[in-house]
């Protein structure tokens, strides 16, 4: 009896004194406090975490009507947060184009994806963004505050410390995330209807694009219908019937400090990085800022150039911004938002002292990648001690001229299909004349018309990077090959070419499976790379390879067959 009691006590002593792999619940609000900086350190097995850096989204397409399928999946690790072990998370790569990154990925962490946990009061999961288009590391953080000031319902945000295996990959914004806990916490509702905007827009060839964040049996898009048949139908903007739909007084000061902070790449200028969500207390929608890695910045994006509107004090490119500003009296009330917002919100020395205290903070904890950050802290800086008078002089000489419609949002139509067989050999090197290479029986349809070619060739060899990609995109990184179609019309002696882009592990592993590929299709020999932008075609296509022979050895036979559609995209950044 005397060794059972003993033994019992030892058992005892054992579950109080070793470690569990997960502690004590965490606080989020004190994980997010401002002032505070994460220290996060993640566990995969290596082979896991090769192929997570790997993952990319298929960025052609985005502009073919292939639908745009989600490559990214959760990896099981373990993860320690300021020390506090949480065993079995699901890690995953996140990001659309700008910010992926093959060496320092952007990362999703949700915890209850393989274990039924919650070790973080108030938080799912954690978004940890790498700050690759935010340069000076406090665009997201200042953004976020200033939304949030405004009386925006907006994400928290502050700074973690990332490493991998062992391996540090530097600063990341930590970014509360928008999920149900968030809901709750801002709305006090949770129980509404989430949907994420990402190049889309209030319009009806658009709606099905906004994406359903919340997990219903029936995805529910009426609310959104009601409100593009307002912003699309009729010559007057019907306002009244609108404020039914949207809270439009929290709208304006959300559309004004876009307009303020020159965040671009949001919904009035760029139809993107946006939440709506429909709140059941009263049936109307509210805007919900996301994505903000590139404001403060007087260029006003990369595609300011492709923008007619001078003015930097309002966007109003998107459907209800541009509505509404052509709405009677809705103009002058846009005004009296942003100069109230100058006055209420807008305090230079307090967001300088921000950005000194966050420089303080991180800049002893910067990658190598993010030495350049304190130069473009200085940026930010003089954007926000130059802003106030920039914005005062063209408020002064109201009302600003802007674009007289919005513009369409970014859509596909189908305009043909192409199918064949071809036989060629792999070149290391483009080929001179591609409409002489291999042999082709392909047979093209374009805008209803069966196309007769007078020649057609066919070559493949290894594709070159694009001249707009940047260095680790994840847009680039990944080898891939180059099947080039070339032929010349008949009936104009036109050249045409499809290019498909195929990833080159799976052309050098010849298989029976289809490989799913897009490209794009171009009239002309030399079509310049912005006719798109300025109101040109921009053809796509998308569709399936299947290999019979493939190598990569010059000289090497390739054969197989293809089956594209093509399509043609319009709205957004292509006004056609």
Not at 155 to 169: G, K
Not at 278 to 288: E, K, L, S, T, V
Not at 309 to 321: C, I, P, R
Request: charged share 30%; net charge neutral.
């Amino acid at each position: 009896m005397q060794f059972s009691a003993k033994l019992v006590f030892v058992v005892l002593l054992l579950a109080f004194t070793i470690p569990k792999l997960q502690a004590e619940t965490l606080d989020g609000d004190k994980l997010l406090d401002p002032n505070h900086l994460v220290d996060i350190r993640i566990t995969l097995s290596p082979s896991d975490w090769k192929e997570l850096c790997k993952q990319r989204r298929d960025f052609g397409a985005l502009f073919t009507g292939a639908e745009i399928e989600d490559p990214f999946n959760y990896f099981k690790g373990d993860i320690s947060i300021d020390g506090h072990r949480v065993a079995e998370v699901g890690v995953r790569k996140k990001g659309l184009f700008g910010s992926v990154d093959s060496v320092r990925p952007s990362l999703k962490i949700k915890f209850d994806e393989f274990v039924d946990q919650d070790p973080i009061k108030g938080l799912s999961r954690l978004t940890l963004n790498n700050n690759k288009q935010d340069t000076s590391q406090v665009s997201q953080f200042l953004t976020y505050k200033l939304f949030r000031d405004a009386g925006v319902h907006a994400p928290r945000s502050n700074f973690a410390r990332v490493t991998v295996n062992d391996v540090y990959l530097g600063i990341y914004t930590h970014v509360e995330s928008i999920k149900k806990p968030f809901l709750d916490n801002q709305f006090g509702d949770k129980s509404g209807q989430l949907f994420e905007g990402t190049l889309t827009d209030f319009h009806p060839r658009t709606i099905e694009k906004f994406e359903a964040k919340t997990k219903n049996d029936q995805v529910d898009r009426r609310h959104l219908k009601l409100i593009a048949d307002v912003v699309t139908k009729g010559d007057e903007l019907q306002v009244d019937k609108l404020q039914e739909l949207i809270d439009l007084d929290n709208f304006f000061r959300y559309w004004a400090i876009e307009g303020i902070i020159r965040f671009w790449d949001g919904y009035a200028a760029n139809q993107n990085n946006f939440y709506f969500y429909i709140h059941p207390a009263d049936g109307r929608g509210y805007f919900i800022p996301w994505g903000a890695d590139d404001s403060f910045t007087k260029q006003g994006g990369p595609f300011g150039r492709f923008t007619r509107q001078k003015s930097t004090a309002v966007y109003a490119t998107s459907m209800l911004t541009n509505r509404l500003y052509h709405a009677e009296g809705m103009a002058d009330r846009y005004r009296a938002t942003v100069l109230e917002l100058l006055d209420e919100v807008w305090d230079e020395q307090e967001l300088i002292a921000e950005i000194d205290r966050i420089e303080k903070l991180i800049s002893s904890h910067l990658h190598e990648r993010q030495k350049s950050s304190p130069r473009n802290m200085n940026r930010v800086r003089d954007f926000i001690e130059t802003r106030r008078g920039v914005l005062e002089k063209e408020l002064n000489e109201w009302p600003a001229v802007v674009s007289t419609k919005p513009r369409k949002p970014q859509y596909t139509i189908v305009i043909g299909k192409a199918s064949g067989s071809f036989t060629t050999v792999w070149n290391d090197r483009s080929a001179a004349d591609p409409t002489n290479a291999g042999n082709a029986e392909i047979q093209v349809e374009l805008d209803g018309e069966v196309i007769e070619f007078k020649q057609l060739g066919i070559s493949v060899q290894p594709r070159r990077s694009s001249r707009f990609g940047r260095r680790d995109s994840g847009a680039t990184d990944r080898p891939r090959v180059s099947l080039v179609l070339a032929a010349i019309r008949a009936s104009d002696d036109e050249r045409l070419t499809i290019t498909l882009a195929i990833d080159r592990e799976a052309f050098e592993n010849l298989t029976d499976d289809p490989i799913q590929v897009t490209g794009t299709l171009t009239v002309g020999r030399n079509p310049s790379p912005f006719a798109a932008f300025r109101g040109g075609a921009n053809r796509s296509v998308n569709g399936v390879l299947r290999l019979t022979k493939s190598g990569t050895d010059e000289g090497a036979a390739v054969a197989g067959n293809i089956e594209l559609t093509i399509a043609e995209t319009r709205g957004g950044l292509f006004r056609r």
